[in-house]
């Protein structure tokens, strides 16, 4: 299964963009990009997903590198609710499970 | 809230003992997959049903069982625990096939946290 590669955590401030990369140099061409994250005490949560093109939704964008060796998860502005570990997930294995990392703890600050 | 419901939210058991651990789905999925979740660490896949039957196992031993009903709702068995079982389980819905466009979408519970002394 391909691996991807996230830092292990970034910070931000309140109601500012927050880019957060991922790399995933060895993806195949039907793997599909999938973000999840996962609030304090909670279970992970669906973010964004896309194959090619960018993908925006009511959370977040997913701009998608045109070689698909790289992505980043863009929050517009990012809030105290976004303080989160955010995955990036390249599919599921071969039953369409998710296979996890360690994402990217973000902080928020007011 | 993703609909998927879990209980009991907190439990401590000592090691040697058996646990049964509960996940109701998101109405009208008919597939499960359950996940471990240490400390620090991201969730590790266990096993996944679907429609009642297994059709998928991550690394983990025989000890680790499960059941999907006919109602979707599904139980993990832990049995003999070790004090390395003490975890997050988390278990995720999804239907399959996926509706047009959500790919392969999972939908969490919050989870149960197993202590095991």
């Known amino acids: 299964d391909a691996k991807t590669t996230q830092p292990n955590s970034m910070e931000s401030n309140e109601e500012e963009p927050v880019h957060l990369p991922c790399n995933h140099s060895?993806?195949?061409?039907?793997?599909?990009i999938h973000w999840y994250r996962q609030l304090p005490s909670q279970g992970p949560e669906y973010v964004i997903h896309?194959?090619?093109s960018n993908v925006n939704n009511r959370m977040a964008s997913l701009a998608i590198a045109e070689d698909r060796k790289s992505s980043t998860l863009i929050l517009h502005r990012a809030t105290l609710r976004d303080a989160a570990v955010y995955y990036c997930?390249?599919?599921?294995?071969?039953?369409?499970?998710?296979?996890f990392g360690k994402g990217t703890k973000l902080s928020v600050k007011p | 809230e993703t609909g998927v419901t879990q209980s009991p939210t907190h439990l401590i058991k000592t090691r040697g003992q058996q646990v049964t651990l509960r996940c109701s789905s998101q109405?009208?999925?008919?597939?499960v997959s359950w996940y471990q979740q240490a400390l620090g660490q991201g969730p590790q896949f266990i096993f996944q049903?679907?429609?009642?039957?297994?059709?998928g196992r991550g690394n983990f031993p025989p000890r680790f069982s499960g059941l999907q009903f006919p109602n979707y709702s599904s139980e993990l068995n832990v049995n003999a625990l070790e004090l390395d079982d003490s975890a997050l389980y988390l278990c995720?819905?999804?239907?399959?096939?996926?509706?047009?466009?959500?790919?392969?979408?999972?939908?969490f519970g919050p989870g149960t946290r197993l202590l095991v002394l």
């Open positions: 995720a819905s999804r239907h399959q096939p996926p509706p047009p466009g959500q790919g392969e979408t999972q939908y």
């Open positions: 060895t993806i195949s061409g039907t793997d599909y």
């Open positions: 896309g194959l090619t």
């Open positions: 997930i390249l599919r599921g294995g071969s039953q369409g499970n998710l296979i």
């Open positions: 109405s009208g999925h008919n597939t």
């Open positions: 049903y679907y429609r009642e039957e297994e059709n």
